[in-house]
């Protein structure tokens, strides 16, 4: 089931970001029986359930999902319009979505940065600028997808939005970082993709072997530090 | 069974693209249901086991042989050590799964044994199996030994599930569908001709998707969608109007526009789809795709209840 919590994203993104996690955060609470999991998404949360362990908690069969209707409206009484986002994970309070402010140290040196040329040629700067611009924003990641923890993150300066690459490339290596569109993200592993890639990141941004698996989060505040290739390689070591 | 739970995090489902032919073939084999199987894709398998297995096979239309005598789908089979297990290429459908006794006990990453192809983790080293592979198998449950007593003798029993249980593939597959999230966003042609004409399956087909070709199906509106939630059975339409039918290995959110869903019940037909093969879909109602997925599961439930004699 698709829950849609807004209908339109531009206008406003950070309050309807904030908006999707209360939503998915309402819903983890509300504990609703048959449901797997939640996926949230720019202006949507996906619920995943099981039809018939819901039946079995006593959903009537010929209305499985008026059944699941009626507890998701229930959760979602208590998602106010959302005020009071902002604090750090820790010392969330109830129903106040937590996020973590990450650093992401990037070396946007040429031999790792394709694309840098064509983006500062698109926005009509020097590569520094493109640089100092990418570094200067703060962003937040909107959803997580596209490959294991590839997170989309909003933010990015209008002046470098970058159309993406009429031929995707067929491999693109892990910790590339990248602009399409409106939007900046990040490869956790190496993979085909269309977007113009700007330089690379040493972190690692998805280990299966952690807990949570991720490095970034749908709702993480982001910013990017640039690094010389020494410091890379140092990180890398 | 595949990794849920960590969709929000871009992992995919995986696991075997028909799950239920693969719980049915460990109950078989005296397995939880949820052992850890092998998935094998147009045949060409050998294997050697080291010591005394319950083997069961479902799928296609394979034709299976232990140490060259023939074994029929879904019948529990005693492997002895030193002997070989060979599955050829398929008369009918693509896929075949294997359940062994004590199922294989490769490592559980993200809750799961499943294999991630594309992000390279789970499984058997997070790749294919390759020729001249060795991998561990867990130990033999009792209900497992009780079998390997019985069969000692006869070798392969003469019990099986229901045929359509273990072999779902079909002559002219149908797939029963529910309207997608974003059907209102094409034209009225477009839903027609969904519903009504075939498609046939292209040749860059995987366990990401299924690529179909026919019809063009036409969007009423040229506007970019923001991403959102996919998931195995979701039928996505991307520019170029051709559907695309999402299986197991999806990624876990998309932007093209949904038009359908096809219900769980129907993925183990899309499972062996190869290549060419012609298919048409059939919308249903929620309420129906429900009572089809209750009615798969109780009948399952009471087909682990009749198989307890066979393990006492």
């Known amino acids: 089931m698709l829950i849609r919590v807004a209908e339109n994203f531009d206008q406003a993104p950070i309050d309807v970001l904030n908006n999707v ?17 939640l996926a949230p998404a720019y202006t949507t949360v996906a619920l995943f359930c099981d039809p018939v362990r819901a039946i079995d908690a006593g959903a009537p069969i010929e209305d499985v999902f008026g059944w699941l209707e009626q507890r998701i409206q229930q959760a979602l009484k208590s998602v106010a319009a959302p005020k009071a986002f902002g604090a750090d994970r820790g010392r969330a309070g109830d129903n106040v979505p937590a996020y973590n402010s990450i650093e992401v140290p990037v070396c946007y040196d040429q031999e790792f940065a394709f694309d840098l040329d064509e983006v500062a040629r698109t926005a009509g700067v020097h590569l520094k600028e493109v640089v100092d611009l990418h570094c200067g924003a703060d962003y937040r990641v909107h959803c997580v997808g596209f490959t294991p923890g590839f997170p989309f993150l909003g933010g990015l300066p209008r002046q470098l939005a970058t159309p993406r690459r009429d031929v995707p490339r067929k491999e693109i290596p892990a910790g590339s970082v990248a602009i399409g569109g409106r939007q900046t993200g990040i490869y956790p592993i190496k993979s085909p993709g269309g977007w113009n890639v700007i330089g690379r990141t040493p972190l690692q941004l998805f280990d299966p072997q952690k807990d949570p698996p991720v490095l970034l989060r749908a709702g993480d505040r982001v910013r990017f530090r640039s690094i010389t290739r020494e410091e890379f390689e140092r990180a890398t070591k | 069974m595949g990794r849920a739970g960590f969709r929000e995090f871009g992992v995919s489902l995986g696991g075997a693209l028909d799950p239920h032919a ?273 009615e798969r599961e109780r009948n399952l439930e009471q087909f682990r209840r009749g198989l307890e004699p066979h393990f006492k």
């Open chain 1, 21 to 37: 996690l209360a939503t998915k955060s309402a819903l983890e609470a509300a504990q609703i029986p048959g449901v797997i999991e």
């Open chain 2, 22 to 294: 693969l719980r049915v073939a460990n109950l078989l084999a005296g397995n939880e249901e949820s052992a850890a199987g092998l998935e094998i894709t147009f045949g060409g398998l050998r294997l050697r086991f080291a010591d005394d297995r319950i083997v069961v096979w479902s799928g296609g239309n394979f034709d299976v042989r232990i140490a060259s005598t023939p074994l029929p789908v879904g019948h529990p089979v005693l492997v002895r050590g030193g002997e070989e297990f060979t599955i050829d290429s398929p008369a009918g459908g693509c896929r075949a799964w294997l359940a062994i006794s004590g199922g294989i006990d490769v490592p559980v990453v993200l809750g799961s044994r499943s294999g991630d192809l594309r992000a390279g983790f789970g499984g058997v080293k997070g790749r294919l199996v390759r020729d001249g592979e060795e991998f561990p198998l867990g130990e033999n449950m009792p209900r497992a030994k009780v079998l390997i007593e019985k069969l000692r003798t006869e070798k392969i029993a003469r019990w099986k599930p229901p045929h359509d249980w273990s072999s779902p593939t079909r002559r002219s597959p149908v797939l029963r569908y529910l309207r997608g999230a974003d059907s209102g966003r094409f034209v009225e042609s477009a839903l027609q001709h969904f519903s009504s004409e075939g498609f046939f399956v292209s040749p860059d087909s995987d366990r990401m998707g299924i690529r179909l070709d026919g019809a063009r199906l036409e969007r009423s509106e040229d506007v970019d969608l923001l991403s959102e939630a996919v998931a195995p059975g979701t039928v996505q339409v991307p520019p170029s109007g051709k559907p695309i039918l999402l299986l197991n290995d999806c990624q876990t959110i998309g932007g093209y526009p949904k038009i359908a869903h096809v219900i769980t019940v129907d993925l183990p037909i899309a499972a062996q789809l190869s290549p060419g093969d012609r298919i048409r879909f059939s919308e249903v109602s929620i309420r129906d795709a429900h009572a089809l997925l209750l």
